[in-house]
């Protein structure tokens, strides 16, 4: 228990912004992780059980396992979007609040995610290691040869903020046919901004030029992206992943792009991340990056500041910016 009076403890169990402790250290005791030491899940376990929040990322699982040996723990304020580290029935029922960090990185993730999808279509990074080996000899009429971005369709799966973001980039700057999957239809008036339509999902597939994932991961969509939909996608189209690592089958996706059915991929995420299919690292026509999509000083920054705002907010009012399990509060 935390003692009468005392400031609540927060864990931080990854470096952060040296800023964003230092206004946290104003309000709390705070222990970091700043020297980024690897941790034991005995060690996590430890420092989590003495703390009444923690800061976390997407790699900090928070389970029921954790949970229970973390009594005093009330919040986990997660610096990201997403939360699949979290399982937030097991927070819910423990009456621990989890918070995330949406809105403010959607911009930048929607640049990346179109970065991605200009670099898998023209080949940009086999180029570069083409020239970087010295195998640039002469000019020919197909070297490099990729596919057009303009005037192509995209199918986005997954109409969010970011999904939306993409959309816009690829219907106003590029003059995109933009098609997208969803678990609901969009209002008219959000479609029209969007340049976009909804469509099923193997329609999508069978209709679009490049296809970009932008939804939240869940147990019910693990691998929904697996032989049979890579099947349905044109002869040379090209997926982008910009989501969660679990959506997609990579087993199933490097086949197809070795069978020639693909056109190439690019991904942002790993199932198992930072653990990388081996086989993904021996392939040509992809682009792999390390988890980056929000990854701008400024964004990360906002990300960090609004998981310190939740926290403050949590422990000086009862009350968070972006809660997900709101029913904590109301407890």
Partial sequence: MTPVNAKPKIYIPRPNFPEVIGRLESHFEVVHNQADQALTAEQFRLLASQADGLLTTGSDVINESLLKACPQLKICANMAVGYNNFDLLSMTRAGVLATNTPDVLTQT???????LLMACARRLVES??????????????DLMAGQDVHGSTLGIIGMGRIGQAVAKRASMGFDMKVIYHNRSVLPADVEK????????????????????LVLPYSPECHHMIGARQLSLMKPGAHLINIARGGLIDEEALVDALERGHLGGFALDVFEGEPQINPRLLTQKRVVLTPHIASSTIQTRLKMSNLAADNLIEFFSRRQALTPLNPEVLEK
């Fill in 109 to 115: 993730t929607a640049d990346f995610g179109f970065a």
């Fill in 128 to 141: 570069e290691h083409f020239l970087r080996d010295q195998q640039w000899k002469q000019w020919r009429y």
């Fill in 193 to 212: 901004a969007c340049g976009a339509s909804w469509v099923e999902l193997d329609a999508l597939l069978a209709q679009s030029d490049h296809v970009m």
